[in-house]
């Protein structure tokens, strides 16, 4: 399987909160047992936190989550997303 390189915001925020809900864990609470603060969960989701500390909490958070299940709802919304676009523009 073709390594992704996620774009950071709403789409990826959303892809790993789905997948924690579809594994029963949600996000909160995984930030909970692990000791994260859910802002600093959020900005590395968002972008906000690019740094070393960002990015290993944000592969963290995707493999906790399910890499899998995270690329397969990550694409499904990029996906999506461009068809929005492409009805926008015509």
């Known amino acids: ?8 915001g709403a789409i990826l925020h959303e892809a790993i909160v789905g997948a924690f809900r579809a594994s ?7 930030c909970a047992e692990n000791k994260v603060p859910p802002n600093s969960a959020r900005h590395a989701t ?4 690019r740094g ?8 963290k958070m995707i493999a ?3 890499a899998d299940i995270v690329r ?6 990029m996906k999506a997303h ?8 015509a």
């Open 1 to 8: 399987m073709q390594e992704i390189t996620y774009q950071p």
């Open 24 to 30: 029963g864990k949600g996000f909160e609470a995984w």
């Open 46 to 49: 968002f972008g906000q936190s």
């Open 52 to 59: 070393p500390k960002g990015k290993a909490l944000l592969a």
């Open 64 to 66: 906790a989550a399910g």
């Open 72 to 77: 397969a709802a990550y694409m499904t919304r």
């Open 82 to 89: 461009v068809i929005d676009l492409k009805k926008g523009a």
